[in-house]
Structure formats: structure tokens, C-alpha cells
């Protein structure tokens, strides 16, 4: 019976790996034996629509998942809940169908379900709490291993940037979590039956946000001499992460399909585009009289204001992560932080008289209640944002805007009314307000997701292989199922990719 093994590399960048392929001799090989081609992510492509989407075989407006957090006027904004209760996983539908599950750091997997093995939940989670694993005997062995829990970089990412770690004791640490999440998965698959193995390696995403500017020579961040010293950081994490997938596929057996995938891919961040800033000097966006702030939406708020903690405990409580949240959101969230910044901002501004108003991302809302209206808005927004111009060369911008119709189909509710990407994620469109200015360089980032993750397959030699083409992530569910010979349930509408027999 075939067996499917994946291999999810936060934010691997197809085009890092294309350039790099003589270095990284186990992708190479998957490509060669099998194939490799862009798998593409959510719009905007964040960790947490695209995982979402990944294990349930839906897109983000099925879902109803589109960033981390999502808002619909006039009500203020919301975190998006992605616990997935109510939509059935990869994890319950291989479960349910007899087959062996392991799930292995797989970003939005905490709480850790009850699933035919284990699992080993993946960023967001509480690793005070013990409710990240399942089953809890596993927990006690991992233990006894010095494997504690493998998601431990992202309280790294906020230390480096807060300066309270140097970069060589974060690469250092992005190092021992490869190596840990690779001891973890080899543990689980000699210590229980598995048909379906997730794992998911994060310090790919988690390098190439910080580490960007050394390897790239026409960053405004990228500094000749301190440069030289990281300048081959992140193709090293490649590299680790390379050996990692050798160690792994040389335990296959000859009937496994072998993924290798990513939520998102990566490329340079330039500057950031303060779209609430310039919904201001349009006019479109008003503040309250009383709320001039010198700026609005850093990230963490200082003053919480009680519906919006409500909210978002009781959000936190359902899926299990209050008591974490209450200690140690800063430490935890990275964009997830920055939905209590929006909702200070949202807090700042005079509802009644904006007519469009931007979460992170470059999400933008309406503020109207016709059709029409909203459509007037629209069109001088893009008419407005098609003008912009870079504010390092002076040159002509590429932006591109898409409606809520052309994102996420006609029936999707919620959602943002406009979506707009500044060349190609060069520019990232921050939501922050700071009156006057427009452009900033950010502090701590110098790389951003893109939409162009990766896929390679290897499938066993009786499989046929066909070169995929325009493969979404939420293509991957049903076509691992068919791999699997489970039947693809009907409510799915992601499509099995070709090659890989389907079952009825
Ligand atoms: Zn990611």
C-alpha cells in the first residue's frame, strides 16, 4: 500500500533552490527523479491561510481564513480562527479512514488532535501546556531524548530583533531545531505505524526574514563588511535543512510518495508602504479628533480596551492558548501581534467619515453600504495607488490590485475589498500610520513571503510522473489522499493533481 511522506519547508523559495541546486544534492535529486515546479500560496501568502489550506483541501474563501486576522465593517477587526473545528483535516479524514498519521510541526496544529498516531503541534503553541502533543506518552519519551518540543525559534525572532540575542546564537539556535524537528520525526517513524508523515522544518521562513540583506548586494539594508560574515546564512539553513531531507527519504521504502513543499516562498523586502497614511492624504481615511498619535499600529498595543481583549480571550480559550497569550503573546506572535497595533488603529479612526481603511498585508476595506459606492471608492483608490512611484529611484511602481471576486471567487464572505501587492512583494503594505510619512525601511526584516513556494514529488517507480503545473496548495490534500487510495470527500475543492491514480 503506498505510503506519502512530506517534507513542508516554512517559506522554501523556489528560485533559492534553483540557483542552488549543485549544493543541495537531495533536492536534487527528488527533482530529477521526480519533479519540481511552483506550488502557489494563499494571496496574501502567510503561514496561516496557506497551512490552513493545506491541510484541509479548501481555499482561503471556503475557509473563510485570510491573514491572521480579518475584519468585516463596521465591526472592528478580528483574529481569524484557525483552529479549524468544524472543517475536516488531513489528520481526521486519514484518521477515519484506518490509515497511520504523523503530524510533525505542522504550523496550526495546536491544540494537538486526537489522530491514528501522533502529532507534534506546530507554531502558534503553548509549550508550558501539554496539550501540544498527543499522544501524552510521547511526551515523557521525547523527554527522556533531550527533545523537548521542536517549535522554539519564534521567541528567538522577537529576542534578535529585540536585541536581547546576537545573530550568531539565533543561527546557531535555527541550526538545533533542524536537527531537532529531524531526531523528532525519525523517532516518530520507528515508534508508531504511520501511512501519512507531515513535518514541517520553520528555519527557512524564520532565516530569510532577518538574514535576507547579507546574501543580497542591491538591498538598501546590505553593508559591505558586516555583510560578508552572513552572506551565506540562509543557502547554509538550505543546505541543513538538504541534509535533513537526505536523512529522512534514505528511511523510505520504495512504495512512498515523497513531498517536499512550502506554505509560501521568500525574496527581498525594500521598504514598506504606510497605505493608512496615505488613505489619510486622500481623505479616505479620517482620525478621531482626539487621537493625533505621532503613530498608530506599531504592533503590540499599550492600552488594550476590554471588548477587543474579550474577543479575542474567548477566541484564544476556544482554541486552548489563553493562558499563553495572557504571558507571553509578545514573545510569540509575530504578525499575530500586530492584530492588537490594528485594533488600536482601528480604535483611532472616525468610522463615520472613512471611506476605505487597510489591515496588514495590504488588505483594504470599504467603508460603504451600496454596491456603487463601494465601487466609486474602489476605482479612485486604484486610479490613486497605480501612480505611486518609488520612493528610492523615483521610477514608476508596479502595483498590482485585485477585487475580493478575483481573490476568493463569488460566494466568500469577509475577506478585504481591494488586495494590493507593491512589485512583487518588494514593498510590503503595512497598515501603521505615521501622519506625513508614507515609505519607511523596516527595523528588523529585510526578507518577505511571495507567492511562489515550492513543490517536488517523487512518487514510487510504478507511478507515473507528470510535470504539475499551476498547483495551489489546497491541491495537495486530495492528491495526497489519492496517493493514499482514500476517496477525496466531495466538499473538498481542491483538485488531485494528475499522475496519481484517484479513487471514487
Ligand atoms: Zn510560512
Known amino acids: 500500500m503506498p505510503r506519502v511522506c512530506v517534507v513542508g519547508l516554512d517559506g522554501a523559495s523556489a528560485d533559492l533552490i534553483q540557483e542552488n541546486l549543485e549544493r543541495l544534492p537531495n533536492l536534487r535529486a527528488i527533482a530529477t527523479q521526480g519533479m519540481f515546479t511552483v506550488l502557489h500560496s494563499t494571496k496574501p501568502p502567510m503561514t496561516c491561510p496557506a497551512w490552513a489550506c493545506f491541510m484541509t483541501g479548501q481555499p482561503p474563501g471556503a475557509l473563510g481564513i485570510y491573514d491572521w486576522e480579518d475584519m468585516r465593517l463596521p465591526n472592528p477587526p478580528r483574529l481569524s480562527d484557525w483552529s479549524l473545528r468544524h472543517v475536516p483535516?488531513?489528520?481526521d479524514i486519514v484518521s477515519a479512514a484506518g490509515k497511520g498519521?504523523?503530524?510533525?510541526?505542522v504550523p496550526l496544529t495546536y491544540p494537538a488532535r486526537e489522530v491514528n498516531g501522533a502529532m507534534i503541534s506546530g507554531f502558534p503553541v503553548l509549550a508550558r501546556q501539554q496539550d501540544w502533543i498527543f499522544p501524552q506518552e510521547l511526551r515523557a519519551r521525547l523527554c527522556q531524548l533531550g527533545l523537548h518540543h521542536v517549535q522554539e525559534l519564534n521567541p528567538d525572532t522577537f529576542r534578535l530583533r529585540l536585541g536581547a540575542l546576537d545573530e550568531d546564537e539565533f543561527l546557531s539556535h535555527a541550526s538545533q531545531s533542524i536537527q531537532k524537528t529531524l531526531a523528532v520525526t525519525q523517532h516518530c517513524m520507528k515508534n508508531y505505524h504511520w501511512d501519512l508523515l507531515v513535518t514541517v522544518f520553520v528555519a527557512t521562513d524564520r532565516v530569510q526574514h532577518l538574514f535576507w540583506h547579507y546574501m543580497d548586494v542591491a538591498h538598501p539594508k546590505h553593508k559591505a563588511v558586516p555583510s560578508e560574515k552572513h552572506k551565506n546564512a540562509i543557502i547554509r539553513i538550505y543546505e541543513e535543512v538538504d541534509r535533513a531531507i537526505g536523512a529522512l527519504a534514505c528511511a523510505l521504502d520504495e512504495d512512498t510518495y515523497?513531498?517536499?513543499?512550502?506554505?509560501?516562498g521568500f525574496g527581498p523586502l525594500y521598504g514598506s508602504f504606510l497605505i493608512n497614511s496615505w488613505l489619510m492624504e486622500l481623505g479616505l481615511l479620517k482620525l478621531k479628533r482626539r487621537s493625533r498619535p505621532s503613530t498608530i499600529g506599531l504592533g503590540i498595543t499599550r492600552s488594550l480596551d476590554k471588548p477587543f481583549v474579550a474577543q479575542l480571550s474567548r477566541l484564544m480559550d476556544k482554541i486552548g492558548l489563553l493562558g499563553f497569550v495572557r504571558r507571553a503573546l509578545p514573545a510569540w506572535l509575530g504578525s499575530g501581534g500586530a492584530v492588537l497595533g490594528i485594533r488600536e488603529l482601528f480604535d483611532s479612526i472616525d468610522l463615520e467619515a472613512t471611506q476605505a481603511l487597510a489591515l496588514s498585508n495590504g488588505k483594504i476595506y470599504i467603508n460603504a453600504r451600496r454596491e456603487e459606492e463601494k465601487e466609486i471608492v474602489a476605482q479612485s483608490i486604484r486610479d490613486e495607488l497605480l501612480q505611486l512611484t518609488d520612493p528610492l529611484s523615483g521610477h514608476h511602481l508596479d502595483v498590482q490590485i485585485l477585487t475580493k471576486r478575483e481573490l476568493y471567487g463569488d460566494s466568500c464572505s469577509g475577506g478585504p475589498d481591494l488586495y494590493v501587492v507593491i512589485e512583487n512583494y518588494k514593498y510590503s503594505v503595512s497598515s501603521k500610520i505615521v501622519p506625513g510619512r508614507l515609505w519607511e525601511v523596516p527595523a528588523s526584516v529585510s526578507g518577505a513571503h511571495r507567492e511562489e513556494g515550492i513543490l517536488l514529488m517523487k512518487g514510487p517507480?510504478?507511478?507515473q510522473t507528470v510535470l504539475w503545473e499551476n498547483v495551489h496548495i489546497w491541491d495537495?490534500?486530495?492528491?495526497?489522499?489519492?496517493?493514499?487510495?482514500?476517496?477525496v470527500p466531495a466538499k473538498i475543492q481542491g483538485k488531485a493533481l494528475a499522475g496519481i491514480p484517484t479513487v471514487i
Do not use: C, K, R
Open 89 to 91: 483535516t488531513l489528520w
Open 101 to 105: 498519521v504523523l503530524a510533525i510541526n
Open 258 to 264: 515523497l513531498f517536499v513543499i512550502s506554505d509560501h
Open 461 to 463: 517507480p510504478a507511478a
Open 476 to 487: 495537495l490534500a486530495p492528491t495526497i489522499l489519492s496517493a493514499l487510495e482514500i476517496p
